[in-house]
């Protein structure tokens, strides 16, 4: 950790060639008595002194910093007269560029010390100049892992949006268990199996909002049916305890299926299951990983972009992934988690990577490392309960409007020029929040741009069509089951002990 350099504006003298030990008088001092004399009081004068020590007073020759406190050395060894009692104090010198060739014998050496950051001392003593200080603050050079290359990543925001989410989180975790255990007698599920996530039923959540396509919509699986489709109830502790699906999915019902009829009408509607399930968990082990992720990753993220732009990419790429989730998972599998919203995070991670490239001390190590974490993340996707629609489509949407509102590439932002000419590295502690200029000035704001930004922004525009037409598509494709994918199906499973048969609904005819 790098020791707080103190500043000072030494434009008004040359710079002295040793610094010594601060006085701790600050307007006068007393001389020291001689031969009974009375003491005087001797005004302080700030001359070229020979290394920034005492200064002799013209009339007596000696310093008016003496006094009968200090250690009698002369300053000119053993052959010094007597009556010449002024005395350098102890200096320090070393390699800041001051006093390095010439010193006094006993003066102490200042070494430099390296820290994290090599491109700067870190010494106190040894202070810059003014214009490097300046510069020091500015530029962070060679980023490492987990310290974000992103404009604004230096200031001290507080990331409302990750503790206020974790906060919420949390608590719907402690509902669940708390309702698990009420309608079933039990804190966790351990009938009629146990819940490897340690945490509740999967029909308890259904009951509080997991996604779940047959409260949803109709499903030709379900209302096509020519025999009754059983489901079991939230408070159910065996295989053989059905209720109807109104009360399965709660919040006031829906209606049931009155089979035969695959356009049944009204249909199940509970939209909002696309976004309750970003706060529920399927047990600790499952919150316990995410909440490690967001509560890290997540709050340096924000910390970076701001709590605006983290929540928006956060609660769209939740959204996204379980609309995707939803198109082509089973439709009888209950999806719930922010691991879709984490992977939008994770995207953004991976574009801060390559926007602040050549800024990063080891980048492609870096890469390795989000590589190896997104691969883990989407082969433990592949397991059963598991959906790794989600985490697809979180991430898919977090590239996509990562690259919407993110700030410029720093190779890009240099060619651009004026403005634009700020790396993310180059962080100012005291600038302003990271608000769009447009909205302070709109009309400002595209002034003097050069034709390479406009180029920017017309792929930051396409950008943004193509996630919400691509959002769109997927929706409606939920509702109206137009478009099928047979092997899409095999990015979220395994084809291994009938794992991918999980979650559909068999037709059987009697």
Not at 17 to 26: A, I, K, L, Q, R
Not at 134 to 147: A, C, F, H, L, S
Not at 303 to 325: C, D, E, L, N, P
Request: glycine letters at 12%; charged letters at 15%; proline letters at 7%.
């Amino acid at each position: 950790m790098a020791s707080n350099n103190y500043y000072y504006d030494n434009s008004q003298r040359p710079p002295p060639s040793y610094h010594s030990t601060p006085d701790p008088y600050s307007q006068q001092t007393h001389t020291p008595y001689h031969g009974g004399q009375s003491p005087s009081v001797t005004p302080i004068s700030y001359g070229a002194g020979v290394g920034g020590g005492h200064v002799p007073d013209q009339q007596t020759g000696q310093s008016p910093f003496v006094s009968v406190f200090d250690d009698n050395y002369a300053v000119g060894g053993s052959s010094s007269p007597p009556h010449q009692g002024h005395y350098l104090d102890t200096a320090y010198y070393g390699h800041g560029g001051h006093g390095v060739g010439s010193h006094a014998q006993g003066d102490i050496p200042l070494q430099d010390r390296v820290g994290k950051n090599e491109d700067m001392n870190d010494h106190v003593y040894d202070a810059p100049d003014a214009g490097l200080a300046g510069e020091g603050r500015k530029k962070r050079k060679n980023i490492r892992v987990g310290e974000l290359g992103m404009l604004g990543s230096g200031k001290k925001r507080i990331p409302w949006a990750c503790y206020v989410l974790s906060v919420i989180q949390i608590g719907v975790f402690m509902g669940e268990i708390i309702k698990n255990g009420i309608m079933t007698g039990s804190p966790i599920m351990i009938k009629p199996q146990f819940n490897p996530m340690i945490g509740p039923s999967t029909q308890i959540l259904i009951n509080m909002g997991a996604r779940y396509v047959p409260c949803m919509h109709n499903v030709k699986e379900i209302q096509g049916s020519s025999i009754p489709v059983l489901f079991l109830c939230p408070n159910a502790t065996k295989n053989d305890e059905f209720c109807p699906l109104s009360e399965v999915c709660g919040f006031g019902g829906v209606p049931n299926p009155t089979f035969n009829d695959e356009k049944q009408s009204p249909q199940p509607n509970q939209w909002f299951r696309f976004i309750v399930p970003i706060f529920l968990h399927a047990g600790l082990i499952h919150i316990g990983f995410n909440m490690l992720l967001q509560l890290t990753l997540g709050k340096e993220m924000e910390q970076s972009i701001g709590t605006i732009r983290f929540f928006i990419v956060y609660i769209s790429a939740g959204i996204f992934g379980f609309v995707m989730g939803g198109n082509f998972a089973a439709p009888g599998i209950a999806s719930t988690g922010a691991s879709g919203s984490l992977f939008g995070i994770i995207a953004l991670t991976l574009l801060d990577l390559f926007y602040s490239w050549s800024e990063r001390r080891n980048p492609v190590k870096d890469l390795m490392f989000i590589i190896l974490d997104i691969v883990i993340s989407f082969v433990l996707g592949l397991l059963p309960g598991l959906d790794n629609f989600s985490h697809i489509g979180g991430f898919l949407m977090g590239l996509g409007l990562g690259i919407c509102i993110l700030h410029s590439p720093n190779a890009l932002r240099r060619k651009i020029g004026g403005s634009d000419d700020t790396s993310y590295s180059a962080v100012d502690p005291g600038g302003e929040d990271t608000v769009p200029g447009f909205l302070k000035s709109p009309i400002g704001f595209f002034k003097g741009r050069k034709p390479l930004w406009w180029a920017w922004w017309f792929v930051r525009a396409g950008f943004l069509i193509a996630v919400i037409v691509v959002f769109i598509v997927l929706l409606n494709n939920f509702y109206n089951g137009s478009h099928t994918c047979s092997w899409c199906k095999y990015l979220s499973c395994l084809p291994v002990s009938n794992w991918c048969d999980i979650g559909t609904i068999q037709k059987t005819n009697t």
